[in-house]
């Protein structure tokens, strides 16, 4: 029999889980007990300290409620998130890459025409964005769905200013034909801040770090036989690249928007001024 004691805490913990029946449910808590205990092992935490702790956590719950998850944010500035999301999408060689989906993607968004612009609040440097929904043997998917989304020029999404910022300002579903191209209006991603005003804003002050995110635009796409990709296209040359709140970058995901002055072209597009374009393909992986 052995009690409890500073040198055996983690194993008298852990037999007590002996006749768990559920096998992943039991490696999952002997794994967070062994890791918590060497982790108060390493800490050493003062009785305050470890009050504290309780405290936060009970603050982070607090902060939740139907439009706010402060726990998924919790997760996301300590690359958590990033790290199910990489662990949970391994991609063969050439499939567009995953990262995180973030609290700001809407299930009714609007459906739009190709070409549309869906930019509402007439803030912002004009873009024109396009590219093709490919396979793994470079031929184009066809009926492909992209599902779009970014904050606006002032680096807040609509759901965020719903009195601000006109109804599904910046974002739609698009469907793309035989060929799988898609092409869209909007306008070129600024960097933005993730919400500091709940405990995670709290810890990433106290620690010294900034809470920014690198210019991006979201996307999921989807096509029937192959596994759907939440992914982002970040801005080359952005601020905070090298440094994001929630760890999201990955270099494949990194494209260049390249502003066109030519006035013919300016003009052919439909635009009044110059604008950037962004070409981004999407490779999906069939289903097993
Ligand atoms: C986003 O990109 O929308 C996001 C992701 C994680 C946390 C906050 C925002
Ligand atoms: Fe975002």
Same mark, same amino acid.
């Given at each position: 029999?052995?009690?409890?004691?500073?040198?055996?805490?983690?194993?008298?913990?852990?037999?007590?889980?002996?006749?768990? +029946?559920?096998?992943?449910?039991?490696?999952?808590?002997?794994?967070?007990?062994?890791?918590?205990?060497?982790?108060?092992?390493?800490?050493?935490?003062?009785?305050?300290?470890?009050?504290?702790?309780?405290?936060?956590?009970?603050?982070?719950?607090?902060?939740?409620?139907? +439009?706010?998850?402060?726990?998924?944010?919790?997760?996301?500035?300590?690359?958590?998130?990033?790290?199910?999301?990489?662990?949970?999408?391994?991609?063969?060689?050439?499939?567009?890459?995953?990262?995180?989906?973030?609290?700001?993607?809407?299930?009714?968004?609007?459906?739009?025409?190709?070409?549309?612009?869906?930019?509402?609040?007439?803030?912002?440097?004009?873009?024109?964005?396009?590219?093709?929904?490919?396979?793994?043997?470079?031929?184009?998917?066809?009926?492909?769905?992209?599902?779009?989304?970014?904050?606006?020029?002032?680096?807040?999404?609509?759901?965020?200013?719903?009195?601000?910022?006109?109804?599904?300002?910046?974002?739609?579903?698009?469907?793309?034909?035989?060929?799988?191209?898609?092409?869209?209006?909007?306008?070129?991603?600024?960097?933005?801040?993730?919400?500091?005003?709940?405990?995670?804003?709290?810890?990433?002050?106290?620690?010294?770090?900034?809470?920014?995110?690198?210019?991006?635009?979201?996307?999921?796409?989807?096509?029937?036989?192959?596994?759907?990709?939440?992914?982002?296209?970040?801005?080359?040359?952005?601020?905070?690249?090298?440094?994001?709140?929630?760890?999201?970058?990955?270099?494949?995901?990194?494209?260049?928007?390249?502003?066109?002055?030519?006035?013919?072209?300016?003009?052919?597009?439909?635009?009044?001024?110059?604008?950037?374009?962004?070409?981004?393909?999407?490779?999906?992986?069939?289903?097993?």
């Amino acid at each position: 029999m052995q009690y409890f004691s500073e040198k055996h805490s983690a194993e008298v913990v852990i037999k007590q889980y002996e006749n768990c +029946k559920n096998l992943r449910l039991k490696k999952i808590m002997e794994s967070a007990i062994t890791h918590l205990h060497d982790f108060v092992k390493d800490v050493e935490p003062t009785q305050e300290e470890w009050s504290y702790v309780i405290d936060y956590l009970t603050k982070t719950g607090q902060k939740c409620d139907d +439009k706010r998850q402060e726990f998924i944010l919790l997760s996301d500035v300590l690359g958590i998130s990033a790290l199910v999301d990489t662990i949970n999408n391994r991609k063969s060689i050439n499939a567009t890459e995953s990262t995180v989906l973030g609290p700001f993607h809407v299930n009714n968004a609007p459906k739009r025409k190709m070409g549309e612009n869906i930019n509402h609040d007439g803030k912002g440097e004009p873009a024109y964005i396009f590219g093709q929904i490919l396979d793994t043997n470079n031929n184009p998917i066809e009926h492909a769905e992209i599902d779009v989304w970014q904050a606006n020029e002032d680096g807040f999404y609509d759901i965020q200013q719903p009195d601000v910022q006109p109804e599904m300002n910046l974002r739609g579903v698009f469907k793309t034909d035989k060929d799988g191209k898609y092409y869209f209006r909007s306008v070129k991603p600024k960097f933005y801040s993730i919400p500091t005003d709940g405990p995670v804003g709290t810890m990433i002050s106290a620690t010294g770090r900034h809470p920014n995110r690198p210019a991006h635009l979201h996307y999921i796409v989807s096509a029937k036989g192959y596994k759907p990709v939440v992914t982002h296209v970040f801005v080359k040359g952005s601020e905070y690249l090298d440094s994001d709140a929630v760890f999201g970058v990955k270099e494949s995901l990194i494209s260049e928007y390249i502003l066109i002055t030519d006035k013919n072209k300016i003009k052919e597009y439909g635009f009044e001024d110059q604008y950037y374009e962004l070409e981004f393909n999407f490779v999906l992986e069939k289903t097993d």
